[in-house]
Every structure is written in structure tokens, then in C-alpha cells.
């Protein structure tokens, strides 16, 4: 038994010598599981293998390469790359960051490589604990961390593929390998073992945080986990019919299947699991009653860009522990997002993040009349503002009936905080000092329209102007060289801030130099998720949700109290957890995303200067974005929802529909 341990955890620092991960890793020879397990740095180094294969969409995650990706392939857009660019919140331009579909650019998770490594070490710590080698506590925090890292993998792939093979032990190679392929189990029987190993882990893990692991998960870390899973198969169950498919999966229930009855007993599952997290005194929104917007702004800014866990409100977090280029631990937020006109060194590319139009329109202003509804960005002099041009290239004059503006930030000044905190805005300050400039054309005294071109006019008032505000490439952060391999701009006249560090520089100058941490779960996606499955289901406590719903708007800065409908929630999920990789989820998970992207085509706002007026004043106009129209627009069909399973030829597995 020994020698199959010690081969088993040679096996294991095979693995940790080409993954880098969050937790320093000292490197061992061959040692039996015994002695590794006898000290913290031993548990450390054993259990970050298993960490490492928790399929996490993190700052270093990304759709060709996988999960915990670093140099050579890996990064919230690394090459231009992130989740929300899959969705109607982002537009990213970059040498492999267009998406041209909302699904081929989703990586699978097919992990059964992990899924053995755990099972391994369940057994290992078994035979430990028979022989009196792990103490009980030791023994049901291991147990507990295995099977909730085990059900981040299964939970990674019943929401790409539907049911899945359930394999729960590790399985001896026979002389017929048909013996050990196992067929796919339904859906809800995968939805059911992946909430199966959560309650085993919330029945292991401890309370609190250990003292030599900060970063190992607790007891409120599989709750978090359990409140998120149960709601996604809430909405999967009861949504279904919403893009029905047929075939022989579909035939078998192993995509699809669940019932009315199963869906409420999700959503019922989510409301126990929320309501005990909140239920836990230590857990608390982060500062929830600011004295006004400009510190609401700051203050939801500052718990992304300085996430620790003294913050009562973030219940897990990934740290990145060296941004020097020489590790290569860092990620690549800053590298590929900073905007133009803050880039600090020649190595940094730029402003590849595009927030839409769309999203930036979902975001309440301060009216607080009691219906919380979105403001839209106010542009034309008619209030219509459904009008949208769809190339702005083919204009050549525009009316004036347009709102004017004195400058490019006048028209966002009443917006939610939580914009100005997660989006740089045209005329935005960053990094204390620049103003973030976002034009992208003009019109000239003659009424002729220059738009996405550099050039120069002279104004009534006898200054030049320059159609992107300025004679320089630096000193403007939109809409320069679109289309071509130098376009380090927005191509939707907004940008990112969420994330990025602004009041303090990346640690190195390298494209790995950002350390600021991932916040994987915190307290208001728990509220959100309880007040959805409430209002879903009508279980649970309707006052009780309402209160999680404006307890998160009023730390915004907002003094109003909004009804609890499910749309009301659904934009508060938007804006709250914006490019927290929540949106391309729950347009899945509600079976909304066939019918927001048809051909679609995201919007950018330019601020153009027009020069026929003295002074010069702004005016935006809303376009149809430069990329999604060379693309002919996004388009998601119903059998996206489903990932084609790999390796039907030798695994003899079902295939999804239309696969």
C-alpha cells in the first residue's frame, strides 16, 4: 500500500512542477503520504495540486487554453480575452479577443483527470485515518476540502454538458477497458451528486479560515457554492422549455428532463443554503451606508482593488502571490486594460476592454422614485433614444437634434456609483490625475462628419480641434485604428475600472505585474440569489428578500425601497456583479441567451465635437459597435446551451442534440 501511496503523490509533484498557483509551493522529493501529511507545509503542497484543478473563472482563466492558465496561454484577457466579452456587458479587441459567437469561445471542462486525484486522495486519507495518522479534526477538513473541490468539476461540467459519467472512485484499469466506461447520467441526477458533495463538505469543513491556510475553504465557502449551484438548476429546470431540443440526450434526460416540482426544490435548496450564510453575523455587506454617491463610488471600487478577507463581506478570494515576469503568478488585467492615456510604460498594450452601450444604459440614476429603473443615456433632443446608427462611416451630415453637451462626462453625472466605479466613462479621472478622453469624431463648421478618422478643424472660436480630441496617440483612450492589430482603444467609448489598480501601480512592469485578488463569492451574490429564488418560487421570505434587494441598492448611495420582482433583481444582478462573470451564466441558466443575441449587435456611444456651434459643445450618438458589425453580428442557437461531449468515438458516450 505504501509504494501505490508514494506513487500517487509523485504523480502529484509531477503535476504542482508545471502548475503555478496561488499558493507558494516548496518543491519535495518522493515522500509517503504519511509524512506529507504530517506538517502544514506538507498539506499545503499536497492539497494545492487539488486546488490547482478547480475549474475556477478567474483572472487567469481563458476559452482556448483552460483553467489556472499563466505564461504562454492564460489570463482575463490575455490577448484580449474575458467571459463578459461573451455577453451584451464588454467588447474586447485583441489578438485572439474577439468573440465572434457567445458559445465557441466558452471553454470545455471534460476533468477527469481531476476527478481521479481526488478520488485518490479520499482513499488516501482513509487509509490515514485507519491507522491513527490523521487527527479527526485534520482528517474532516481534508475530507470536506476533497469533496468540494470534487464538486467544482462536476459543477463545471453539468453546465456545459448537462448529465455527465458520475465517478466517485477511483476505477483499477482491467484487461477490458469497456469495463470502466461509464455512461452518462441524467441531469438531475449530476445536479444532484454536485449538491450531494456539497453537503458532505459543509458537513467537514470548519468555520473558520485555518491559521496556516487563509485560503482554504470553510464551511461558508461550499454554502456560497451551494446557493450559486442550486440556483442554476432552478433556472435550468424551469427554463427549459424556453429552447427546447430532441435527440436521443434529450430522450434519456441526460440534458433537460427536470420537472416544475424540481426546480422549486432547487430553489428551496438556495434559499436554506443563502439563509444560512446570512443567517452568520460575521458576514456583512461592505460598507453599507456611505455618506453619498462619490464614497458609494469609492468604496465598491476599493473592495476589488484592495479584496482582503477583513472585509466582512467577501467570503472567498484568490490571491496571486509575484507579478514579476520571471514567475509569471501574476495576471494580465493591467497589461491588456489600463486605459490608453494612463499607460506607464512602453511594454503595456492598452484599453482592449470595451464596456457596451448596452450595459452602461441598464444602471439606475439617482430619481429614486420607488420603481428602480434603468436611465438610459440621454442623447437626443426627442427622447428617442431606441434610435441607433447603424455605421456611422456612411453618414455624411448630422442634424442637430441632438442633446448638447459642455463636456464628454456631462451626461453620466447623475448615474448609478456604481458605474463610475466599474466603468471608465467618457471624461472619467483615473489614477487621480487623467482625464479619460473617449472622442471619436467630429463635425466641422461646414457640417461635414468625421468619425473614426484622425483629422483636424478649425472652430468658430478660432481653436483647432481634432476628431479624436487630441493631435496624439496617447492622449486619447476610444476608437484609434479599429480593425487593425494597433487598436489598443475602446471601440465603445467606454472602458474598464473595475479591477484595475488606480490608486496604485501593477508590481512589475511585465504583462504578469497585477496581483490584486479574484473575489470568487461574497455576501451580495448570496443576497441576489436568495432574492431571485424567492421571487421564482414564492418560497422563502418575500420581506426578507426585498430587504437583500435595496440593502445592496442603498449601499449604492440610493434611499428609495424597490418592489421584489424578478426582473427588478435581474438588473440588480447586472450592475452589482457586473464582469463578475455572472452574466454569461444567468443568461444561460435562464435560457435567455437564443433570443438576446439573433444576429445582434452591441452598442457603443461616441462623443463627437461640433464644431457648428460656438463654443463647440459634445453631442453622442448611439452606433451599432465597429466589430459586431464586420462580424454581421453575434448570434447564439438553442443547442449552445449544451457543449458537444468529446471522445464519443472511443467513450461510446451519447451526444448532446445537433452535435
Same mark, same amino acid.
Given at each position: 500500500?505504501? =509504494?501505490?501511496?508514494?506513487?500517487?503523490?509523485?504523480?502529484?509533484?509531477?503535476?504542482?512542477?508545471?502548475?503555478?498557483?496561488?499558493?507558494?509551493?516548496?518543491?519535495?522529493?518522493?515522500?509517503?503520504?504519511?509524512?506529507?501529511?504530517?506538517?502544514?507545509?506538507?498539506?499545503?503542497?499536497?492539497?494545492?495540486?487539488?486546488?490547482?484543478?478547480?475549474?475556477?473563472?478567474?483572472?487567469?482563466?481563458?476559452?482556448?487554453?483552460?483553467?489556472?492558465?499563466?505564461?504562454?496561454? +492564460?489570463?482575463?484577457?490575455?490577448?484580449?480575452?474575458?467571459?463578459?466579452?461573451?455577453?451584451?456587458?464588454?467588447?474586447?479587441?485583441?489578438?485572439?479577443?474577439?468573440?465572434?459567437?457567445?458559445?465557441?469561445?466558452?471553454?470545455?471542462?471534460?476533468?477527469?483527470?481531476?476527478?481521479?486525484?481526488?478520488?485518490?486522495?479520499?482513499?488516501?486519507?482513509?487509509?490515514?485515518?485507519?491507522? +491513527?495518522?490523521?487527527?479527526?479534526?485534520?482528517?474532516?477538513?481534508?475530507?470536506?476540502?476533497?469533496?468540494?473541490?470534487?464538486?467544482?468539476?462536476?459543477?463545471?461540467?453539468?453546465?456545459?454538458?448537462?448529465?455527465?459519467?458520475?465517478?466517485? =472512485?477511483?476505477?483499477?484499469?482491467?484487461?477490458?477497458?469497456?469495463?470502466?466506461?461509464?455512461?452518462?447520467?441524467?441531469?438531475?441526477?449530476?445536479?444532484?451528486?454536485?449538491?450531494?458533495?456539497?453537503?458532505?463538505?459543509?458537513?467537514?469543513?470548519?468555520?473558520?479560515?485555518?491559521?496556516?491556510?487563509?485560503?482554504?475553504?470553510?464551511?461558508?465557502?461550499?454554502?456560497?457554492?451551494?446557493?450559486?449551484?442550486?440556483?442554476?438548476?432552478?433556472?435550468?429546470?424551469?427554463?427549459?422549455?424556453?429552447?427546447?431540443?430532441?435527440?436521443?440526450?434529450?430522450?434519456? =434526460?441526460?440534458?433537460?428532463?427536470?420537472?416544475?416540482?424540481?426546480?422549486?426544490?432547487?430553489?428551496?435548496?438556495?434559499?436554506?443554503?443563502?439563509?444560512?450564510?446570512?443567517?452568520?453575523?460575521?458576514?456583512?455587506?461592505?460598507?453599507?451606508?456611505?455618506?453619498?454617491?462619490?464614497?458609494?463610488?469609492?468604496?465598491?471600487?476599493?473592495?476589488?482593488?484592495?479584496?482582503?478577507?477583513?472585509?466582512?463581506?467577501?467570503?472567498?478570494?484568490?490571491?496571486?502571490?509575484? +507579478?514579476?515576469?520571471?514567475?509569471?503568478?501574476?495576471?494580465?488585467?493591467?497589461?491588456?486594460?489600463?486605459?490608453?492615456?494612463?499607460?506607464?510604460?512602453?511594454?503595456?498594450?492598452?484599453?482592449?476592454?470595451?464596456?457596451?452601450?448596452?450595459?452602461?444604459?441598464?444602471?439606475?440614476?439617482?430619481?429614486?422614485?420607488?420603481?428602480?429603473?434603468?436611465?438610459?443615456?440621454?442623447?437626443?433632443?426627442?427622447?428617442?433614444?431606441?434610435?441607433?446608427?447603424?455605421?456611422?462611416?456612411?453618414?455624411?451630415?448630422?442634424?442637430?437634434?441632438?442633446?448638447?453637451?459642455?463636456?464628454?462626462?456631462?451626461?453620466?453625472?447623475?448615474?448609478?456609483?456604481?458605474?463610475?466605479?466599474?466603468?471608465?466613462?467618457?471624461?472619467?479621472?483615473?489614477?487621480?490625475?487623467?482625464?479619460?478622453?473617449?472622442?471619436?469624431?467630429?463635425?466641422?463648421?461646414?457640417?461635414?462628419?468625421?468619425?473614426?478618422?484622425?483629422?483636424?478643424?478649425? +472652430?468658430?472660436?478660432?481653436?483647432?480641434?481634432?476628431?479624436?480630441?487630441?493631435?496624439?496617440?496617447?492622449?486619447?483612450?476610444?476608437?484609434?485604428?479599429?480593425?487593425?492589430?494597433?487598436?489598443?482603444?475602446?471601440?465603445?467609448?467606454?472602458?474598464?475600472?473595475?479591477?484595475?489598480?488606480?490608486?496604485?501601480?501593477?508590481?512589475?512592469?511585465?504583462?504578469?505585474?497585477?496581483?490584486?485578488?479574484?473575489?470568487?463569492?461574497?455576501?451580495?451574490?448570496?443576497?441576489?440569489?436568495?432574492?431571485?429564488?424567492?421571487?421564482?418560487?414564492?418560497?422563502?421570505?418575500?420581506?426578507?428578500?426585498? =430587504?437583500?434587494?435595496?440593502?445592496?441598492?442603498?449601499?449604492?448611495?440610493?434611499?428609495?425601497?424597490?418592489?421584489?420582482?424578478?426582473?427588478?433583481?435581474?438588473?440588480?444582478?447586472?450592475?452589482?456583479?457586473?464582469?463578475?462573470?455572472?452574466?454569461?451564466?444567468?443568461?444561460?441558466?435562464?435560457?435567455?441567451?437564443?433570443?438576446?443575441?439573433?444576429?445582434?449587435?452591441?452598442?457603443?456611444?461616441?462623443?463627437?465635437?461640433?464644431?457648428?456651434?460656438?463654443?463647440?459643445?459634445?453631442?453622442?450618438?448611439?452606433?451599432?459597435?465597429?466589430?459586431?458589425?464586420?462580424?454581421?453580428?453575434?448570434?447564439?442557437?438553442?443547442?449552445?446551451?449544451?457543449?458537444?461531449?468529446?471522445?464519443?468515438?472511443?467513450?461510446?458516450?451519447?451526444?448532446?442534440?445537433?452535435?
Amino acid at each position: 500500500m505504501r =509504494k501505490g501511496l508514494i506513487y500517487i503523490i509523485a504523480v502529484f509533484l509531477m503535476i504542482l512542477a508545471s502548475c503555478k498557483d496561488f499558493l507558494e509551493i516548496k518543491p519535495l522529493t518522493k515522500v509517503g503520504a504519511e509524512d506529507l501529511l504530517a506538517t502544514s507545509a506538507g498539506v499545503k503542497t499536497l492539497m494545492a495540486t487539488l486546488y490547482n484543478r478547480w475549474p475556477m473563472e478567474d483572472f487567469v482563466f481563458h476559452p482556448n487554453n483552460g483553467f489556472n492558465q499563466h505564461p504562454g496561454g +492564460g489570463g482575463n484577457g490575455d490577448g484580449g480575452w474575458s467571459l463578459s466579452s461573451n455577453t451584451d456587458d464588454a467588447i474586447i479587441y485583441g489578438p485572439s479577443g474577439y468573440t465572434t459567437s457567445p458559445a465557441t469561445q466558452i471553454v470545455g471542462n471534460w476533468d477527469y483527470t481531476g476527478i481521479r486525484y481526488i478520488n485518490r486522495f479520499l482513499e488516501i486519507i482513509d487509509e490515514l485515518k485507519a491507522k +491513527g495518522q490523521l487527527s479527526d479534526n485534520d482528517y474532516k477538513q481534508l475530507l470536506g476540502e476533497a469533496y468540494f473541490l470534487r464538486s467544482t468539476i462536476y459543477y463545471s461540467m453539468v453546465k456545459r454538458y448537462g448529465g455527465v459519467p458520475l465517478i466517485d =472512485k477511483v476505477q483499477q484499469l482491467p484487461n477490458d477497458v469497456t469495463e470502466v466506461m461509464v455512461p452518462r447520467a441524467t441531469e438531475k441526477e449530476t445536479w444532484d451528486f454536485v449538491i450531494s458533495d456539497l453537503d458532505k463538505a459543509i458537513e467537514n469543513l470548519p468555520v473558520n479560515r485555518p491559521s496556516d491556510g487563509i485560503y482554504r475553504v470553510t464551511k461558508w465557502v461550499a454554502l456560497a457554492q451551494k446557493s450559486r449551484v442550486a440556483l442554476h438548476a432552478a433556472s435550468t429546470a424551469k427554463f427549459w422549455n424556453k429552447a427546447p431540443l430532441t435527440g436521443a440526450a434529450v430522450d434519456a =434526460k441526460l440534458v433537460g428532463g427536470m420537472t416544475a416540482a424540481d426546480a422549486n426544490a432547487y430553489y428551496l435548496l438556495c434559499i436554506n443554503a443563502s439563509k444560512e450564510i446570512m443567517d452568520n453575523t460575521a458576514f456583512k455587506l461592505y460598507k453599507p451606508t456611505p455618506a453619498n454617491k462619490a464614497e458609494a463610488a469609492k468604496n465598491y471600487q476599493d473592495m476589488f482593488e484592495y479584496a482582503t478577507f477583513d472585509n466582512p463581506e467577501i467570503i472567498y478570494l484568490k490571491a496571486y502571490i509575484d +507579478g514579476t515576469a520571471a514567475s509569471g503568478q501574476g495576471h494580465v488585467t493591467d497589461f491588456w486594460f489600463y486605459p490608453k492615456q494612463s499607460v506607464f510604460h512602453s511594454l503595456y498594450m492598452s484599453s482592449r476592454w470595451g464596456t457596451t452601450l448596452d450595459a452602461v444604459d441598464v444602471y439606475e440614476d439617482y430619481t429614486d422614485d420607488g420603481t428602480g429603473a434603468s436611465a438610459p443615456i440621454k442623447t437626443r433632443v426627442d427622447g428617442n433614444e431606441n434610435y441607433i446608427i447603424p455605421n456611422p462611416k456612411t453618414l455624411g451630415t448630422l442634424p442637430q437634434d441632438y442633446i448638447y453637451y459642455n463636456n464628454q462626462y456631462e451626461p453620466f453625472q447623475n448615474k448609478d456609483a456604481r458605474l463610475t466605479a466599474s466603468v471608465l466613462l467618457p471624461g472619467s479621472m483615473f489614477k487621480g490625475s487623467t482625464l479619460i478622453n473617449m472622442q471619436g469624431g467630429m463635425i466641422k463648421p461646414d457640417g461635414s462628419f468625421i468619425v473614426y478618422t484622425d483629422a483636424s478643424a478649425v +472652430g468658430p472660436d478660432g481653436v483647432t480641434y481634432y476628431s479624436y480630441g487630441s493631435p496624439n496617440a496617447s492622449g486619447y483612450s476610444a476608437f484609434g485604428a479599429l480593425g487593425t492589430a494597433q487598436a489598443n482603444y475602446s471601440s465603445t467609448g467606454f472602458a474598464l475600472r473595475k479591477y484595475l489598480q488606480d490608486s496604485k501601480n501593477p508590481t512589475s512592469l511585465g504583462m504578469y505585474g497585477s496581483t490584486q485578488p479574484w473575489v470568487e463569492f461574497r455576501l451580495a451574490e448570496i443576497y441576489l440569489n436568495y432574492a431571485e429564488a424567492v421571487a421564482e418560487s414564492g418560497q422563502g421570505d418575500a420581506v426578507l428578500a426585498a =430587504k437583500c434587494l435595496n440593502d445592496i441598492r442603498k449601499r449604492a448611495g440610493h434611499t428609495d425601497d424597490i418592489p421584489l420582482t424578478v426582473d427588478n433583481v435581474l438588473k440588480e444582478r447586472r450592475v452589482e456583479l457586473i464582469f463578475e462573470n455572472t452574466r454569461y451564466w444567468d443568461l444561460r441558466r435562464r435560457r435567455d441567451f437564443h433570443t438576446r443575441f439573433n444576429a445582434t449587435r452591441r452598442f457603443s456611444l461616441i462623443p463627437i465635437i461640433d464644431l457648428r456651434v460656438n463654443p463647440p459643445k459634445y453631442i453622442f450618438l448611439r452606433v451599432h459597435n465597429y466589430y459586431d458589425n464586420a462580424a454581421n453580428g453575434l448570434t447564439f442557437t438553442p443547442r449552445m446551451y449544451y457543449l458537444e461531449i468529446p471522445g464519443v468515438s472511443t467513450n461510446k458516450l451519447i451526444q448532446n442534440p445537433e452535435y
